[in-house]
């Protein structure tokens, strides 16, 4: 991917790129600017421009590109040592922040399957929800299990959106037997229709360990 894309700029391969962007967007706010407050996730469908070519689905399973932090964590006798090491799995999803362009949606049912780099396990993805858009992930292998729901709230505020978590994170270490539970904090994409557009995150991201409190 070209930086001019990502940063809805002009391409080198056509001159004229920057400009169709440009009333891309003019045409995006025709529709959006009476949806100020609402939550857009599912009161219309974003213009095929600021997508990017992947699901929901494998966004969610981009996250496990960091798995080796949870086997560490489950090798790990010290145990403020395991907190840091999957708080740093937690915080790790933020890497892909600059990648400012949506997935699509996926339908209904629809699954992605990703191998992990033990060789021997799956992480499963599933669409479970379409209206609010829901997406589940789960994945065992033989030191730890992850769980995600990842389902949002969002708040159009004009020239931004803030996108509010609901869904959680559950790993469980099999080793120590202790759960840990992941919230994030909020986001906010920026520049929607004016300038370049970047995503900001704020407020707490909480990382407990259920099992000792």
Do not use: C
């Not at 997508?51 to 086997?71: F, N």
């Not at 740093?88 to 400012?100: K, N, Q």
């Not at 789960?138 to 803030?162: P, Q």
Request: hydrophobic residues 35%.
């Amino acid at each position: 991917e070209g930086d001019g894309d990502l940063k809805g700029g002009a391409s080198d391969t056509d001159p004229n790129d920057g400009k169709n962007h440009q009333e891309d967007r003019k045409a995006m706010w025709a529709t959006l600017k009476n949806m100020i407050g609402a939550d857009v996730m599912s009161v219309f469908s974003v213009p095929v421009f600021i997508m990017e070519p992947m699901s929901t689905l494998q966004k969610m399973a981009e996250i496990l590109q960091y798995q080796h932090l949870l086997d560490e964590a489950a090798d790990e006798d010290d145990e403020d040592a395991r907190l840091a090491l999957v708080t740093a799995y937690a915080v790790s999803v933020y890497s892909t922040m600059e990648r400012t362009k949506k997935p699509f949606n996926p339908i209904l049912g629809e699954t992605y399957e990703l191998k992990l780099n033990d060789g021997k396990s799956t992480a499963i993805y599933e669409q479970v929800s379409h209206h609010p858009p829901i997406g589940a992930g789960h994945a065992d292998t033989e030191k730890w299990t992850y769980d995600i729901t990842s389902a949002v709230k969002t708040k159009f505020m004009g020239n931004w959106v803030d996108v509010f978590p609901i869904g959680r994170t559950r790993i469980h270490l099999k080793r120590t037997n202790e759960t840990f539970n992941i919230v994030p904090p909020t986001s906010r994409i920026n520049n929607l229709i004016v300038g370049r557009i970047w995503v900001d995150t704020f407020g707490d991201m909480r990382v407990q360990n259920l099992t000792t409190k």
